[in-house]
């Protein structure tokens, strides 16, 4: 038999009771490098790796005591010097019932070795990656029942690990959320990736914001086997966004405020003259019937003038309340351009008149409608008209005109004033927020700011047109918009 092993290109070696090594074929010598006499009896462990020498004996000795077969791993000197990982069998051998030895054998394994080395490390690098990881990770079977969770995600949720695997995401999340689960199943399933932004309740109760991305895991041949989960927490940029909503609500809201200061004292001329007008009426037509003799036309004449001014005085009420109220959640609505103007005009007319400024109107027809939300309409020509009269104040002729008409794509509003104008470096600034040409304690510097996103959100655009005087802005609104424009906050 020995004859026939030396022939094989595989290492075998022969030992006796005692464990002693008496025999070493061709190719574990031409391995070695060293010659039958070197390694027989103990020699051979002189080719072991030190570090593996123990546990190799350990081996090896055990299962000689035991007379069983085994199987072991260590690194064995090259010829070159180098050491080699190499796997040995050892198998019991017995003649007529009696132990006489072990034979065994060796193979170089040394690169598969390696190549399975790495592929460990890199598997327990992705496993800390995975639990060490800041995003919540998830996989699912195809049930959707979680089978993995990482701490991130259970810290995210406040639930520990044995709390999650087997449930579903379902189970923690919120209610209102659940209706899409079968729409992104549906486009998962078809696309493989799914992407998506959800509300998931935490063990306490309170809501996390997360942003998803979902990938179906396929095998070799494209079989879907499971569903593997990113879970980003998105809560603070979330309550983030809804406190600079809050904050840009609240800097709409001063615009308004300081529009409306600055307004105060021609609004109060504007409602003093028709009260005015009212109280002579009511004494002309109480000292009439006082005297008793009065004459019914003149009474009806002076019931009619009370009429209308009181009319005139609800115009303007109105129109405060309708520059004041928030209508940020509106829906467009078609409103005449003309009514537009003529509501907006209302608020300062009075301002313009008591200030010595000559206005124009360039009135469009009553005839035209635009699809928007018309208090911020006229928030945005107010601002753009005091903007208008701020400019002018130091000027030897002050006027401004307010133009109104259509061409093929746009409602165009169009404010112009005899200003100095701006200075060209300035024209990537004005639009900025806080930033203002006016003195300081003069204005929010948000107005114009504003008025851009009011514009935008209605499909609409602010620019200015020209710098030198006459200082022109123009404010566009398209005729066709989508019917779902956007809310700004």
């Known amino acids: ?40 009896s103990s020699g051979w462990a002189d080719c072991i790796e030190r570090e593996d020498l123990d546990i190799c004996y350990r081996t090896y000795l055990d299962a000689f005591s035991m007379r069983e077969i085994y199987e072991t791993e260590y690194r064995l000197k090259r010829h070159d010097g180098t050491f080699r990982w190499v796997k040995e069998w050892g198998c019991p051998q017995f003649t007529n019932g009696e132990f006489t030895g072990y034979l065994g054998s060796c193979i170089d394994i040394h690169e598969t070795y390696l190549h399975q080395s790495i592929l460990k490390n890199n598997q327990e690098l992705l496993q800390k990656s995975y639990e060490d990881s800041p995003i919540g990770m998830l996989k699912l079977d195809l049930q959707g029942r979680i089978q993995l969770a990482n701490r991130s995600f259970c810290r995210m949720l406040g639930y520990s690990s044995a709390e999650i695997i087997g449930k579903t995401p379902q189970d923690f999340t919120h209610p209102d959320d659940l209706t899409r689960y079968d729409d992104g199943r549906q486009t998962l399933e078809k696309d493989s990736v799914l992407e998506d932004e959800k509300r998931y309740l935490k063990k306490d109760g309170s809501i996390v914001y997360a942003l998803l991305r979902v990938t179906m895991i396929r095998d070799w041949l494209g079989t879907p086997v499971a569903w593997f989960s990113q879970v980003v927490d998105i809560t603070s940029k979330v309550k983030l966004e809804k406190e600079m909503d809050r904050q840009r609500l609240l800097a709409t809201n001063a615009t308004k405020m300081a529009a409306l200061g600055e307004m105060a004292a021609g609004m109060a001329h504007e409602i003093n003259n028709p009260l005015t007008i009212i109280m002579g009426k009511a004494q002309q037509i109480e000292k009439s019937l006082l005297s008793g003799s009065f004459d019914k036309n003149d009474l009806l004449e002076h019931c009619g003038k009370i009429q209308q001014t009181v009319n005139r005085i609800a115009t303007i009420i109105r129109g405060l309340r309708a520059f004041a109220r928030d209508d940020r959640q509106d829906p467009l609505t078609m409103a005449t351009v003309y009514d537009v103007v003529r509501e907006t005009l209302v608020l300062c007319h009075e301002k313009f008149r008591n200030a010595g400024v000559e206005f124009e109107n360039v009135a469009i027809s009553p005839l035209v409608r635009v699809e928007c939300r018309p208090a911020q309409i006229s928030q945005v020509l107010l601002n753009l ?26 409602v165009v509003f169009r404010v112009s004033d005899s200003g100095h104008g701006i200075d060209g470096s300035l024209v990537e600034k004005i639009f900025n927020p806080f930033f203002t040409t006016k003195p300081a304690g003069k204005g929010t510097g948000l107005g114009l700011s504003i008025s851009r996103g009011l514009a935008e959100s209605q499909g609409g655009e602010i620019r200015l047109v020209s710098t030198s005087s006459p200082t022109t802005f123009e404010f566009r609104l398209p005729h066709q918009r989508s019917a779902q424009a956007e809310v700004i906050a």
């Open 1 to 40: 038999m020995y004859a026939i092993l030396d022939q094989v290109p595989v290492m075998f070696w022969a030992a006796g009771p005692d464990h002693r090594k008496t025999w070493l074929n061709k190719a574990y010598l031409a391995f070695t490098g060293k010659t039958l006499g070197q390694l027989v």
């Open 385 to 410: 008209l005091n903007n208008a009269f701020d400019a002018i104040q130091n000027m030897p002729r002050k006027w401004i005109r307010l133009e109104a008409f259509e061409d093929n794509e746009a």
